[in-house]
């Protein structure tokens, strides 16, 4: 029996690990869950996955969760705040943390999850393009097994050969990383509209269904952005051996292509479950709930080169990885900045990228030591994309 813990339960990535995890009671207990506000959801899934421990963002949360949940069997300790969450993590029985928090606000959490030593599922990519390299140093010093979730890494990890580790391409004969995307859906749009696009515009992702951030994420192409930089760093690879490839139909979930000829891809609907199943129950394939691939419905599948000038963020994150040091971080850090304000209606849609580059320029990148100085970098663009913001760029 493995114990389960999952750090942003209420969202769209922590909902489908609980239906997995539901569907095995033979391997996996929920020990905690973590939640920002959401006092109803976080009490349903208390009803229906008994944890031990719960976390809510803040103390009215965690008081109306209480509340909600006061006299009923096998209510769990109900605890508040980051340092809860982080707590939560280190004295969770040795097992399965979920980091599925969204944006770098996962950090923190996502860090203590390697540090513990855990089998650890990367959602929160965020938090691997604030601080990969220490985040990869501190999983090896814990021990902990860094298992990608995000449905194009998990898919490359399938792909490459057993027992890869990061930085062997070369020895074991991996030539190069295909990055599939959707395009989003905005990839046929005429671009001289995109200004007038609205938030459920953005959100309405033709093939997955996401939270709010990382399909506006999709729609600009940043998330693909965030991808590549996960993806370099994950897998030791060079950013020139990475290559994106626009594949509407979101079924080939990436590829890796071998010195021999050999190109490997993994396949199937899209439908989170999948890689999670894959990471909960490797190397075990766990049944997910997932409808069965239907090749001679799909007919085909295409491919095509993404467009430069439609998707300006996908340049600026290639560019980020590719100085390093604080750069992906402050990257990251205006994007989420961006996003939140044309989420809430106060930048369009093609300004997402002219606050980013703008904050860019004004911030240059400098080597990364330390967690501080990345989270420091981190405050330091969201002020200035937030002036960026204000003032119009
Ligand atoms: P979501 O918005 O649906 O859920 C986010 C979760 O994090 C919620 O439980 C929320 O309560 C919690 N949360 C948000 N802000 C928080 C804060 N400040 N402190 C503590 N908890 C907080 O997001 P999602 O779509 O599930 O995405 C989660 C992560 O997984 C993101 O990093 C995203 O990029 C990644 N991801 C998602 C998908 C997908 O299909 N949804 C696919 C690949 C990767
Ligand atoms: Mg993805």
Redesign the pocket.
């Known amino acids: 029996m493995r114990e389960v813990t999952v750090l942003?339960?209420?969202?769209?990535?922590?909902k489908s690990t609980l239906d997995v995890v539901g569907r095995h009671p033979e391997r996996f207990r929920v020990h905690a869950l973590?939640?920002?506000r959401?006092v109803e959801a976080m009490a349903r899934l208390c009803r229906e996955y008994r944890p031990r421990v719960a976390v809510m963002?803040d103390e009215v949360s965690a008081r109306g969760l209480r509340e909600r949940l006061a006299g009923e069997a096998a209510a769990p300790s109900v605890l508040a705040g980051?340092a809860a969450?982080t707590d939560a993590v280190a004295d969770a029985p040795r097992g399965i943390v979920v980091a599925?928090?969204?944006?770098a606000?996962?950090l923190r959490p996502t860090m203590a999850a390697v540090a513990g030593g855990h089998r650890v599922l990367l959602?929160?990519?965020?938090s691997l393009v604030v601080a990969g390299p220490l985040l990869l140093a501190e999983a090896e010093r814990g021990g902990a097994e860094l298992l990608p979730v995000?449905?194009e890494h998990n898919a490359i990890y399938q792909c490459l050969p057993a027992g890869y580790r990061r930085g062997e391409a070369e020895r074991r004969g991996v030539n190069r990383i295909l990055l599939t995307a959707s395009g989003g859906p905005f990839r046929e749009r005429d671009p001289s509209t995109l200004h007038t696009v609205t938030p459920e515009q953005a959100c309405s992702h033709p093939n997955?269904s996401?939270?709010?951030?990382?399909s506006v994420d999709s729609a600009t192409m940043m998330n693909k952005g965030l991808e590549f930089i996960e993806a370099c760093l994950l897998f030791g690879m060079e950013p020139d051996a990475v290559d994106v490839v626009i594949h509407p139909q979101s079924v080939v979930h990436s590829l890796v292509s071998y010195a021999d000829g050999s190109v490997l891809a993994q396949l199937g609907n899209p439908d989170?479950r999948t890689p999670i199943a894959h990471a909960l129950g490797a190397p075990d394939r766990l049944a997910a709930g997932v409808e069965p691939l239907d090749l001679f419905a799909l007919a085909r599948l295409d491919f095509e080169r993404p467009d430069p000038a439609r998707f300006p963020c996908l340049s600026l994150a290639e560019a980020a990885m590719r100085e390093g040091g604080t750069a992906p971080a402050l990257l990251n850090a205006a994007n989420e900045v961006a996003v939140a304000g044309f989420l809430d209606g106060t930048l369009a849609f093609t300004r997402i990228a002219a606050v980013i580059e703008a904050t860019l320029a004004r911030l240059p990148a400098e080597p990364a030591e330390s967690l501080e100085q990345l989270m420091l970098a981190d405050a330091r663009a969201r002020e200035i994309a937030t002036e960026w913001l204000r003032q119009g760029v």
């Open positions: 942003g339960a209420t969202g769209s990535i922590g973590t939640a920002n959401n963002a980051e969450v599925a928090i969204v944006g606000a996962g959602a929160n990519k965020e995000d449905s997955w996401m939270g709010r951030k990382i989170m």
